[in-house]
């Protein structure tokens, strides 16, 4: 059964202090990694879609990276802002193409 | 990326009754899709909507419980009917654009 495991659950920081979530996967066969941010009473916003082991994308404070068993989401230097639950969902090959099996999150504090 | 929106935004419902939301999209795609999200679970895919095709469920959703339209090719509904208080979740539509997919802000329900 595919399956996405995210830890932590919940983690709190301090502004300035660097961090990293894990999402893990097993799944029969993986045609993309996602990221998204969501914050409360929102829906997901979309970050990033990974491909293939050794993969990197960055966005400001964000860097996603991949393995061939999991995905790091790299915070440098966080700021209150980046308070929010961060999701990783996979697309697998056989599935249908909007089908994304999510985690379910880990929720970041920062604190100033 | 992809402006979509939802109505309404929220709503308050009693057991047995339904509910349709509505979905809009900036752009026009060949597929939507409804996600549920119950409170602390995964995001989980209920069906893909087509154009001028019967949507297709997942495991465990049943068209007589989720309706599901597509008159269009940025507009869709799901109806969630006959509602318990199981069914007190967010509901999300969703695009996708190649290597990206994009949420709506979310439903929010409560069935008393």
């Known amino acids: 059964e595919d399956q996405v495991t995210q830890s932590p659950e919940a983690l709190r920081l301090q502004e300035g202090e660097s961090s990293s979530l894990n999402c893990s996967y097993t799944?029969?066969?993986?045609?993309?990694l996602f990221w998204y941010r969501q914050d409360p009473g929102k829906g997901p916003e979309f970050l990033f879609t990974?491909?293939?082991a050794g993969e990197e994308k960055e966005k400001e404070r964000l860097k996603a990276t991949l393995t061939k068993k999991e995905s790091f989401l790299h915070i440098t230097a966080p700021k209150p802002e980046d308070s929010a639950t961060y999701l990783c969902?996979?697309?697998?090959?056989?599935?249908?193409?909007?089908?994304?099996?999510f985690g379910k999150g880990t929720k970041l504090s920062v604190k100033p | 990326s992809a402006v979509i929106s939802q109505k309404p935004s929220r709503d308050i419902c009693q057991r047995g009754t339904s509910l349709t939301i509505q979905c809009q999209v900036d752009?026009?795609?060949?597929?939507m899709f409804w996600y549920r999200q119950q409170p602390g679970q995964s995001l989980t895919l209920i069906a893909t909507?087509?154009?001028?095709?019967?949507?297709?469920?997942e495991s465990g959703f049943v068209i007589d419980k989720f309706p599901i339209s597509r008159p269009n090719l940025t507009f869709s509904t799901l109806t969630v009917s006959n509602m318990s208080p199981e069914d007190s979740s967010i509901y999300l539509c969703?695009?996708?654009?190649?290597?990206?997919?994009?949420f709506g802000p979310g439903t929010r329900l409560t069935v008393t």
């Open positions: 969703s695009v996708d654009r190649g290597h990206e997919q994009y």
């Open positions: 799944v029969s066969g993986l045609r993309g």
């Open positions: 990974l491909y293939s």
């Open positions: 969902a996979v697309r697998v090959h056989g599935g249908s193409q909007g089908n994304l099996i």
């Open positions: 752009s026009q795609v060949t597929m």
């Open positions: 909507a087509n154009q001028g095709s019967e949507a297709t469920y």
